[in-house]
């Protein structure tokens, strides 16, 4: 762990030669997408996968299962989105196929940027505030592209066809996570669902994305922060380009049926967010319901709920961490370095340009 950096995050000069590369790719500001499937897949080279296996393990998964290699995997044109090659098989069928209904709840997160904290509070609004429920929220919430995350290309069709089955036929409201950026969702979610999208600063994002490949048994991580911090600005880590996600929410922010919110507002005043998302969703809170879901959410007692805190899904001889970790803003000042503090401001400098995008750090 780096020495702790104790101060604030000043922006670089801005680069205005750099505005045409950094919107080639932006998403659109249409609420209509197409019918057609709008990406393509191409798989890493081979220069790139040997390149990886020096800070991942060859038979290193993506997520909990153990075939689901971490240098296996394709990269989407346009987007650069980082996905399991198994994903090829099912993304086409996930945009197209999906039947989405007007009372479902899209939770779209870049991973590691408050996903099951948001997941649970929505959860919480829709069902009239059960907090003594102890369903895990992995089956509470289904996770759209999950089962194409494991599993072999061969059977990744027929594993994500019975998860969409198995959302398909949960009783509503059904609250859907998803990591894909809104481009890549069911074609009719934008304007047929509603859709909370949560975003974090990249720096606090990318170190809490570091514990996590660290926490996840056979994630194959080898690497130190540095290295890791190298993959996450290529956009070469899980999930690919944080800025193509992130641009997909924020040029959206005031359609209708999205609610924008950033991890540092949820942090800094979790009540305010829970009213607002309570107005945006169309459910009536009271004030006893607002305080108690308050304190549910509250860190400690998320990390104390078995039901949020996944712990089943990691090795028990794990000791990375925690699932539900620190959940703090500014925890990169005891990762990063001044060299890659100084690369990075140039870096998000060059991808806000021309956008009104607030990268908060402190």
């Not at 153990?66 to 995997?73: N, R, V, Y």
């Not at 909370?196 to 600063?201: D, E, K, S, T």
Request: hydrophobic share 35%; proline share 5%; aromatic share 10%.
């Amino acid at each position: 762990m780096q020495q702790s950096i104790n101060y604030k995050l000043e922006m670089a000069p801005r680069f205005e030669e750099s505005s045409s590369t950094i919107t080639e790719e932006t998403p659109s500001l249409t609420s209509v997408q197409s019918d057609s499937y709008p990406f393509t897949w191409t798989d890493l080279s081979d220069e790139e996968k040997k390149e990886r296996k020096r800070i991942y393990t060859a038979e290193g998964p993506w997520c909990v299962s153990p075939k689901a290699s971490m240098l296996d995997l394709i990269v989407s044109s346009p987007g650069n989105v980082l996905m399991p090659s198994s994903f090829r098989e099912v993304a086409e069928d996930i945009y197209k196929n999906f039947e989405v209904r007007h009372d479902d709840v899209f939770v779209v997160t870049y991973p590691k940027c408050g996903t099951t904290w948001t997941q649970e509070m929505v959860w919480q609004i829709l069902h009239g505030v059960q907090l003594e429920v102890q369903e895990s929220l992995l089956t509470r919430s289904p996770f759209l592209e999950m089962d194409s995350l494991q599993g072999t290309q061969k059977t990744a069709k027929a594993m994500a066809r019975k998860n969409l089955e198995a959302a398909a036929n949960m009783k509503g409201p059904r609250v859907i996570k998803t990591h894909l950026p809104i481009d890549m969702l069911p074609k009719d979610a934008l304007n047929k669902a509603k859709i909370v999208f949560v975003a974090r600063n990249p720096m606090d994002c990318c170190v809490s994305f570091f514990h996590h490949e660290r926490l996840v048994p056979n994630q194959g991580f080898l690497g130190t922060f540095e290295q890791y911090a190298k993959l996450f600005r290529n956009g070469r880590n899980p999930m690919g380009d944080y800025w193509y996600h992130l641009k997909s929410g924020w040029n959206r922010r005031n359609h209708p049926n999205v609610k924008f919110i950033w991890f540092e507002d949820m942090k800094k005043n979790q009540r305010e967010i829970i009213e607002e998302s309570a107005d945006f969703l169309g459910f009536h809170l009271t004030t006893k319901q607002v305080s108690q879901l308050e304190a549910h959410l509250h860190i400690d007692a998320f990390r104390n709920n078995k039901s949020v805190n996944m712990t089943s899904n990691y090795s028990e001889e794990s000791t990375n961490g925690s699932f539900i970790r620190k959940g703090t803003v500014g925890d990169w000042k005891n990762h990063f370095t001044r060299e890659i503090v100084e690369d990075w401001k140039v870096w998000i400098e060059q991808e806000t340009f021309g956008t009104d995008i607030p990268i908060r750090m402190n």
